[in-house]
């Protein structure tokens, strides 16, 4: 009778669990709602929401990370990026951002970085540029307002200053800690003898200003333990031009009143496997990679060397540095870089990538150049296919089956000269905007094995595909 008596207790209590766990589901404020409240743009859009204590009043909040695209719907950058709390108890709504925060696929996350055992708001956004930098924004409700304390100046990270000085030594002088450092350059004498920023004796040729840049990493840890989070920065320390690292900065940073130093680390090289200077092509000719870096510019174009004398070289190199030379001068933040996506004997194809900083967001900067080497010819659209009315609708066709999206099908009314096109080992990629007030590319790959038999090239491509994986190390 007890054990009868025990297993029904036991039934009961699980019967009445189950109702109360879903007694917790969430409703949200309707984003309508947020929009007038705060007067906020209507093409705002929700990325991602939490929902947790952040007034201190033991009642949780609504969390809310908003953003517009000025990229369009498809596009993953936003700008600008804006954090919303619901206090649904005193139907309170506060919002907090800073002018320049924008950036790809923000993250949202909670902890205590204050200290006082109530979390805080930290979100971070790729910048999409190069040279792997995050914005970060860290919210805290502080005197009854959601203030920002961390923000675009703190984003900065520590700074350097110092020289290049003889005998392939840098002076390093770590400005918020005043702290001198001298270390040796070694690692890179041969391609600086090869770059004349050294002679073979060890004199500096040219004058070197090495710098920090902003954080490429910022992540919480509670490093001390003791349940309040600290922020740990990664900074790349570069040298002669923005590819040129030479070490790497990890910062412990603290808040009690404002953020704290804590700990500086600085690494450098005892030997560096070098692979961002010099690019072997397939064949003879080699492809040499020319920097222009000032402040928060950074251009990568190629020179292409060795070519056989009947190639025209002074042409091939002159167009590769007039495609970026229009942004030598400009003082907006931008990068540009390149990449050769086909090398062979017959044939050259460069894709240049980067970005430009503007007042409320970024452009998407994206230019090739393709040469056939057999006939001294620079490619266009117009003289890569063979002619004929019939051929075009063909190719179109091939083109138009080669898109996945539904609506950019619809849309697409044929082959143009002026799309931007580049070249890989398995398709023809094309690339353009669909309109003025678009920022980023839309890009349709088409496979080479498709369209080989109408094009005016000889060209070799993969005849079996090939899957490249990209693991993300934590």
């Not at 936003?78 to 919002?95: C, G, H, M």
């Not at 060209?459 to 994986?469: A, F, L, N, P, S």
């Amino acid at each position: 009778m007890k054990k009868i008596l025990y297993i029904f207790i036991l039934l009961t209590l699980i019967t009445v669990y189950i109702p109360i766990s879903y007694a917790q589901e969430i409703n949200y404020i309707d984003k309508q709602i947020l929009i007038n409240e705060l007067k906020l743009k209507n093409d705002i859009m929700l990325i991602d929401r939490l929902f947790d204590d952040l007034t201190g009043d033991q009642i949780n909040d609504q969390i809310f990370l908003v953003g517009s695209k000025p990229g369009g719907g498809n596009s993953p950058f936003y700008a600008p990026i804006k954090v919303i709390v619901y206090d649904k108890f005193n139907d309170n709504f506060y919002l907090a951002s800073y002018d320049t925060f924008s950036g790809y696929q923000p993250k949202l996350v909670l902890y205590d970085f204050t200290g006082d055992n109530i979390k805080d708001i930290f979100v971070k956004a790729n910048t999409g540029g190069s040279g792997g930098i995050y914005n970060h924004m860290l919210v805290s409700f502080i005197d009854n307002q959601l203030k920002v304390i961390f923000d675009h100046e703190n984003n900065s990270g520590i700074e350097v200053s110092g020289s290049y000085v003889d005998n392939f030594k840098t002076n390093l002088v770590v400005e918020d800690i005043e702290y001198e450092i001298i270390f040796d350059l070694l690692f890179n004498k041969d391609k600086y003898i090869e770059e004349e920023i050294y002679d073979k004796k060890g004199r500096l040729l040219t004058k070197v200003t090495p710098y920090l840049y902003p954080y490429s990493n910022l992540v919480p840890i509670d490093y001390d333990l003791d349940q309040s989070f600290e922020l740990k920065g990664t900074q790349r320390l570069v040298g002669a031009y923005g590819a040129d690292a030479i070490g790497r900065v990890d910062t412990i940073l603290k808040y009690e009143n404002g953020w704290e130093v804590k700990q500086i680390e600085l690494t450098t090289y005892l030997k560096k496997y070098d692979i961002t200077n010099r690019f072997k092509a397939a064949y003879d000719y080699e492809i040499k990679k020319n920097a222009v870096s000032s402040g928060n510019k950074e251009i990568y174009y190629p020179e292409i060397i060795k070519l056989p004398k009947e190639v025209n070289s002074k042409y091939i190199n002159r167009q590769l540095k007039k495609i970026v030379e229009p942004f030598f001068n400009k003082n907006e933040e931008l990068q540009i870089d390149f990449q050769i996506t086909k090398s062979t004997n017959s044939l050259l194809s460069v894709f240049y990538r980067g970005y430009q900083k503007y007042e409320n967001g970024e452009n998407q900067l994206l230019y090739s150049f393709n040469y056939d080497l057999n006939n001294n010819r620079r490619l266009t659209i117009e003289n890569m296919f063979k002619k004929g009315d019939q051929i075009r609708n063909t190719v179109n066709n091939i083109i138009r089956d080669s898109i996945d999206n539904q609506i950019l099908k619809s849309k697409f009314s044929g082959i143009a000269d002026w799309m931007g096109f580049y070249i890989t080992n398995k398709d023809l990629v094309l690339y353009y905007l669909e309109n003025d007030f678009i920022v980023e590319h839309t890009k349709i790959f088409v496979p080479l094995k498709e369209i080989a038999d109408y094009l005016t090239i000889d060209i070799q491509y993969d005849r079996e595909e090939t899957e490249v994986y990209f693991i993300e190390v934590n």
